[in-house]
């Protein structure tokens, strides 16, 4: 990645290789990297104003979005068997994976209403108890036989799914706390869990260019360019991808790509590139 970067006191980088060497170059430095941004979360509040940085109220906005995004990707993919006559046949059984899902807040809002299964990934042990409690079978707003499955203490970098488990992977704020290689790793592993058709959705914060560090809770915001090269060296391709609407202006801008392990037989949707970290967040 040749753009240069930023970090949160302003200090400029000249690429990317200069600050992963600086931040996770050293022996046992990544490992300080990943335990400052787990101890940072440790100390957040488990409710959605918490998970969301204090941006509690883009909440619905973010749910909508993701909603009207999802729907039409699962309507393209999987036709046949979602619109299945009942009598005597039974539709395709979906089953999401939500990873770094925090308090299940992705989950309870938007993944049990499309999925029959939602496994749940989370390193953080307050924010995934409070997501086993928000997900408790007794929620009466979850549709019947929709249901939170299991609840996997594990950071991304450390997860390997089970092989062709989920139809979708979906992956929202917080894939900017991995380092580049371990990001490349996940992906290129969490492939197996997809089923045929299945697809990752990677929801984030976008940088106008380049990157910018959050030295606070070790994170990175990418540039849109910056995600593109690393899609690249996952093997995977942009099915579809659309920019999140009405987000207040201070933070960065947002974007949701669908991505598969197959290359799009369509041209993939465009959009512009504008600045955004690992939840929403004021631009520096
Ligand atoms: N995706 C959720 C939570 C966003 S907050 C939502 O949209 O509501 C960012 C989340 O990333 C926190 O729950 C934090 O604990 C988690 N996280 C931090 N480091 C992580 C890592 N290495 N792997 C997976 N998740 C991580």
Redesign the pocket.
């Known amino acids: 990645m040749d753009s240069n970067g930023l970090d949160s006191d302003g200090r400029e980088f000249r690429n990317a290789e200069e600050m992963w060497r600086e931040e996770v170059g050293e022996e046992g430095s990544k490992s300080q990297w990943?335990g400052t941004?787990?101890r940072y979360?440790e100390k957040v509040d488990a409710t959605v104003d918490g998970?969301?940085g204090g941006y509690g109220h883009v909440n619905d906005a973010d749910i909508a979005a993701s909603d009207a995004f999802l729907t039409s990707i699962l309507a393209e993919r999987f036709p046949a068997q979602r619109d299945a006559p009942t009598a005597g046949r039974t539709s395709r059984h979906l089953v999401a994976l939500d990873?770094?899902?925090?308090?299940g807040?992705?989950t309870k809002n938007l993944l049990l209403r499309h999925f029959n299964e939602v496994d749940l990934?989370?390193?953080?042990p307050h924010?995934l108890e409070a997501a086993r409690v928000n997900l408790a079978p007794e929620d009466l707003t979850v549709p019947e036989m929709h249901r939170a499955a299991n609840f996997y203490c594990v950071?991304?970098?450390d997860f390997t799914p089970d092989a062709g488990r989920y139809d979708v992977i979906w992956v929202?704020?917080?894939i900017g706390?991995?380092a580049d290689d371990d990001f490349i790793s996940f992906f290129k592993r969490a492939k197996i869990g997809l089923k045929p058709g299945g697809f990752f959705v990677l929801k984030e914060n976008i940088a106008r260019t380049g990157f910018v560090l959050d030295k606070e809770d070790k994170s990175i915001t990418r540039s849109d360019q910056y995600f593109k090269e690393l899609f690249n060296q996952c093997g995977l391709y942009i099915y579809t991808m659309k920019d999140q609407k009405g987000f207040p202006d201070e933070l960065f801008a947002v974007k949701m790509y669908a991505l598969t392990t197959e290359m799009p037989r369509r041209p993939t949707g465009k959009s512009k590139s504008k600045r955004l970290s690992?939840?929403p967040a004021i631009i520096q």
């Open positions: 990943y941004a787990i979360w998970v969301l990873c770094g899902s925090g308090i807040r992705v990934l989370e390193p953080v924010f950071p991304l970098q929202q704020w917080c706390h991995l690992n939840r």
